[in-house]
């Protein structure tokens, strides 16, 4: 079993940065696909970035594209996301997610783990 853990958020003003931490632990031998999801309050959770077992083509949604990368660091167990031009729209928890395999995938069904959640809030 992987266990997840965020962390990085904070309140931050419109136009600022924030890089986001997803650190695994446990269970990390194999192969799996990692994802950012976003819950905004009141508000379903989202897809807003996914990154496979090797790194490459990375997914985004079309509200964060062009703003926010993911990455990530096998040898460390570790993700990122790097965060740019931050708007109020932003403001969610930010949840750090694991699914067994190469693939990744944008659908919040289909992740098997999740971390606690990271508060990020863009103030205008």
């Known amino acids: 079993q992987v266990q997840l853990m965020e962390s990085g958020g904070g309140l931050v003003h419109t136009g600022d940065s924030l890089t986001l931490s997803c650190a695994a632990s446990?269970?990390?031998?194999?192969?799996?696909?990692m994802a950012w999801f976003r819950q905004a309050a009141g508000k379903e959770r989202e897809f807003a970035a996914a990154i496979t077992w090797v790194g490459g083509a990375p997914y985004y949604a079309d509200s964060v594209k062009g703003r926010f990368t993911i990455s990530r660091e096998n040898a460390k167990n570790k993700m990122y996301m790097q965060m740019n031009s931050l708007k109020p729209d932003d403001t969610a928890i930010y949840y750090c997610?694991?699914?067994?395999?190469?693939?990744?995938?944008?659908?919040?069904?289909?992740?098997?783990?999740w971390g606690q959640g990271t508060q990020v809030t863009v103030s205008s």
């Open positions: 446990g269970r990390t031998g194999g192969m799996y696909a």
């Open positions: 997610a694991a699914t067994p395999g190469p693939r990744a995938t944008l659908s919040v069904s289909d992740y098997t783990t």
